[in-house]
């Protein structure tokens, strides 16, 4: 790969970094468009936990999965800025790496195939070149 290329690649991951890990924290945390409507017709206290009424949030718990990252946060940190950063950074390097290993699996399959007599495709000059 290019220097060019390696040097995208970086300055994307660290803007991607650098906005997960900072800007993350500054983000609101009143309900989103999904959850205010699911949230319609019931009762919710100063917390924002549904204590009544009748709506689909009420059976929200039913099907939270858990795990170290859940609610946009790092279970075990108190400080909410920092689990929420955190959370981020991981989850950005976490997609990146199985993006990156996707993408090298992917390029290695087709580097592997060729018609078999040998020889690469990409010595082969193509029937155009030169023509003009």
């Known amino acids: 790969m290019r220097k060019r290329t390696w040097g995208f690649i970086v300055s994307g991951l660290l803007v991607s970094l650098l906005l997960a890990g900072v800007v993350s924290s500054f983000a609101s945390a009143d309900p989103d468009g999904l959850e205010s409507a699911l949230r319609e017709g019931c009762a919710v206290d100063a917390a924002g936990a549904v204590t009544g009424g009748d709506c689909p949030a009420q059976r929200e718990a039913e099907h939270e999965i858990g795990g170290p990252l859940a609610d946009y946060g790092v ?41 078999g007599d040998g020889d690469g495709d990409a010595a082969q000059p193509s029937s155009a070149a030169g023509v003009g």
């Open 75 to 115: 279970t075990g940190i108190a400080d909410d800025a920092l689990a929420t950063g955190l959370s981020g950074v991981v989850g950005v390097l976490l997609t990146f790496a199985l993006a990156g290993g996707g993408f090298w699996l992917v390029r290695r399959r087709a580097g592997q195939q060729s018609d």
